[in-house]
């Protein structure tokens, strides 16, 4: 892992029970109670003050994706899971009462949540329904949107009633899969880029964009002229929260080099730099997300 605190531009995701390898990919998560905007053991969200902005973008050859987690929790987490024969490889940013809020695989795919009113998700009798740790099931078993497109497709998914789910992979396709009209949606761009904040999209009339942060990202995105990791940084600060859905982590995704440019609690000058291949031969483990940065007591940065 690389620590700097002089990156310009850089941009944007205690021992406990870890995700095993040759596991079911959340058969070892029955420790952790998950409330709060994402999902709870029961595979739903549940309601609160949140925020998050997700921007996915591809263009000039790049693939990046960029997330603010809006929560007034500053107890964040960073669980590493390397591959086994039957599951990918996977970093999943969090906290401590709900470590898996979003993250990337080894092979490329971005996965995270946003927040909803109630979309008045009703089951599909034909299916059946998951009953598995959404996230972490999504990013051990599939490689690609069409791979968690089709994951919708088969099972009923009762956390689409307050939560949409931004996807994008390393080829660059990107969509948000929410729950509009009495049927999952999976809605795409026609644009190089694709902004998820916490309204569903398949809901809103031409013109009548119900959220300032979204709002924020087009402009500064319609008028970018080239994509890199400093105007993705940029629009993470322009859309950050202050108060109740308190801004605590921003990542910027670069999904087809697998680096992971983090921030902290707003500070957008200081970024560590993780690079997914090399923290997954580390082995499994959980981390303190503050505990990375050199201004806390215990990073491993500050002792250098």
């Known amino acids: 892992m690389h620590y700097t605190s002089t990156i310009p531009g850089c941009l944007i995701l205690a021992a406990v029970l870890f995700?095993?390898?040759g596991q079911n990919p959340d058969e070892s998560l029955a420790f952790s109670s998950d409330?709060?905007?994402?999902?709870?053991q029961e595979g739903?969200?549940?309601?609160?003050?949140?925020?998050?902005t997700i921007i996915m973008a591809r263009k000039d050859g790049l693939v990046l994706v960029g997330n603010n987690e809006d929560?007034?929790?500053?107890?964040?987490?960073?669980s590493i899971v390397p591959a086994s024969e039957k599951y990918y490889g996977r970093i999943v940013f969090g906290y401590a009462d709900g470590p898996f809020q979003g993250g990337v695989n080894d092979q490329g795919l971005f996965i995270d949540a946003n927040s909803v009113r109630s979309a008045g998700w009703e089951p599909d009798t034909a299916k059946p329904t998951c009953s598995w740790m959404l996230m972490m099931t999504l990013l051990a078993?599939?490689?690609?949107c069409e791979d968690v497109k089709a994951f919708f497709e088969q099972y009923n998914v009762p956390a689409l009633d307050l939560a949409r789910f931004p996807v994008a992979d390393r080829s660059g396709a990107s969509m948000v899969v929410e729950y509009a009209q009495g049927r999952v949606q999976f809605v795409t761009s026609e644009r190089w880029y694709q902004i998820a904040t916490n309204f569903i999209m398949s809901n809103v009339k031409e013109g009548t964009i119900p959220c300032w942060r979204y709002r924020t990202a087009d402009s500064m995105l319609?008028?970018?002229?080239?994509l890199d990791v400093a105007l993705i940084r940029d629009v993470l600060e322009a859309t950050h929260q202050e108060g109740g859905a308190l801004t605590v982590y921003s990542n910027v995704y670069d999904l087809k080099q697998g680096i992971v440019y983090l921030y902290k609690l707003r500070d957008f000058e200081e970024c560590v730099v993780m690079n997914l291949c090399d923290e997954l031969k580390k082995g499994e483990r959980r981390l303190e997300l503050p505990s990375l940065f050199a201004d806390d007591e215990d990073s491993p940065g500050k002792r250098q």
């Open 19 to 21: 995700v095993s390898g």
């Open 44 to 52: 739903r969200s549940a309601p609160g003050p949140f925020g998050c």
């Open 222 to 226: 319609s008028k970018a002229k080239t």
């Open 71 to 78: 929560r007034n929790n500053p107890q964040t987490t960073v």
């Open 35 to 40: 409330r709060g905007l994402f999902l709870n």
């Open 141 to 144: 078993t599939c490689a690609s």
